[in-house]
Each structure stands twice: as structure tokens, then as C-alpha cells.
């Protein structure tokens, strides 16, 4: 039962594009969501996040949508950079305040290549 | 400011030995949350702990694998009897409340 999901494993953007990925997910208890950026033999690092109750947040070059009636949202970079190539995670908790623990359930990654 | 630790990096163990995974948080936060990531998938939850206290295991294998997280020092996931399934990278994350910071991740050869 994969409550939230990565469809696309990979993706490759020319450098100065935008790279756009996109997340799926299941559960409409999850009320805040995350992006992790992955190195080989590193663990994630924290990106960018978004409540339930936004529908954008950005911070530099990394805008997250969300669209709660398609439970969908999506991670752009603009303008895409070659440092950028990595493993890309959505990930998904329901609020402790709800009684929930926060633990994040995560996509299966997205692979993106940046070309020079 | 150190982030969070993590140690061994890399740990081999053979079939029917003990694993054990140590998790030291950042400073001031008192979160903890194990993860494991299988080849080619993403990261599964495994257990939710404060300081003395399990949360949420709910994603821990019925056997075999334990965790704790005492007073003092680091957390520590333990894997008795490893299997050659066993292998994986088990990263920590701690919390100040929200977001949760990874720490670079030990991973487990079961030879």
C-alpha cells in the first residue's frame, strides 16, 4: 500500500531549465509535506516543506505546489543547476496535534540528472 | 552545531551475529525516528522514540529488532540474528518538532 508515490524514477533537464517532479499521495489525513534531496551514501537533506493549509511556499530557486482536491503536489527548480543532480523524496506526515506521531512516509525518489 | 551523527557508517556482520546502530540527535532535540531503505526504494519508517520512551513502532519487524533510546547517550537500533534481508542503509532523523534532520546513515552488509 504505497500511500504516496514517485511515478516518474528518473528525469534530465538541461541546465538553466526548470525541473519540475511530482508526488502523489493516497491518505487525505497527511497535512504537511516535505522534499528531501539524496547524494549517494549521504542521508536526505531537508529542501523545502508546505502545510495543508498553503498552496505554494518558496524559498530561492525551489517552489513546492500543492493540490489537495488531486492530492498532488510538485517540487520545481528554477533555473536548474548541474549540483542539482540527485535523488529527489516527497514525503508525507499527518499532524502531531491530530494524535499522529509525525513519522514521514516517503515516496520511491526521483532520480534527476542535470546536464551542463 | 554538528548535525546528526550516526555510527558505525558501514557495519558486515554474518549471518546469526548482533547489529547495533547508534543515533546521537542534534543538540536540543529531543525526536528520534528510524528509517530503513532497501535497494532501489524509498525509506521506510521503522520507530518513533523520546528520551526513555517508545512512541510509535509500528513499523518495526515483529522480531529481531529492537530500539531504545536511554537518559543519556545515543539511540540505538538493535538487529540480533541478521539475516542476508537485513541488508540496507538504516538512517536516524531527529526533530525539534516538524521537520526532521537525517543523519548520514549506516549501512548494514549481511554477508
Known amino acids: 500500500d504505497q500511500q504516496v508515490k514517485q511515478n516518474s524514477p528518473s528525469l534530465s533537464v538541461q541546465e538553466g531549465r526548470i525541473s519540475i517532479l511530482n508526488c502523489d499521495y493516497t491518505n487525505s489525513m497527511f497535512d504537511y509535506f516535505l522534499w528531501y534531496k539524496k547524494y549517494p551514501a549521504e542521508g536526505p537533506t531537508f529542501l523545502i516543506s508546505?502545510?495543508?493549509?498553503?498552496d505554494k511556499n518558496e524559498d530561492g530557486r525551489f517552489t513546492v505546489f500543492l493540490n489537495k482536491s488531486a492530492k498532488h503536489l510538485s517540487l520545481h527548480i528554477v533555473p536548474s543547476q548541474p549540483g542539482d543532480s540527485a535523488v529527489y523524496f516527497c514525503a508525507a506526515s499527518a499532524s502531531i496535534s491530530s494524535g499522529n506521531t509525525g513519522k514521514l512516509i516517503f515516496g520511491q525518489g526521483t532520480t534527476l540528472q542535470v546536464k551542463p | 552545531n554538528a548535525g546528526v551523527m550516526q555510527n558505525p557508517r558501514h557495519l558486515v556482520r554474518r549471518r546469526g551475529q548482533e547489529a547495533r546502530l547508534r543515533c546521537s540527535p542534534m543538540k536540543g532535540h529531543s525526536h528520534v525516528y528510524w528509517y530503513r531503505q532497501l535497494p532501489e526504494e524509498g525509506l521506510k519508517f521503522m520507530v518513533y522514540l523520546q528520551k526513555e520512551n517508545i512512541i510509535d513502532e509500528s513499523g518495526m519487524p515483529k522480531e529481531r529488532f529492537s530500539a531504545e533510546f536511554p537518559k543519556e547517550g545515543p539511540s540505538i537500533l538493535r538487529i540480533q540474528q541478521v539475516v542476508r534481508g537485513d541488508s540496507a542503509a538504516y538512517f536516524c532523523?531527529?526533530?525539534?518538532?516538524?521537520?526532521?534532520?537525517f543523519g548520514p546513515g549506516t549501512r548494514l552488509t549481511v554477508l
Open positions: 532523523a531527529s526533530s525539534p518538532g516538524v521537520e526532521q534532520f
Open positions: 508546505i502545510s495543508s493549509i498553503k
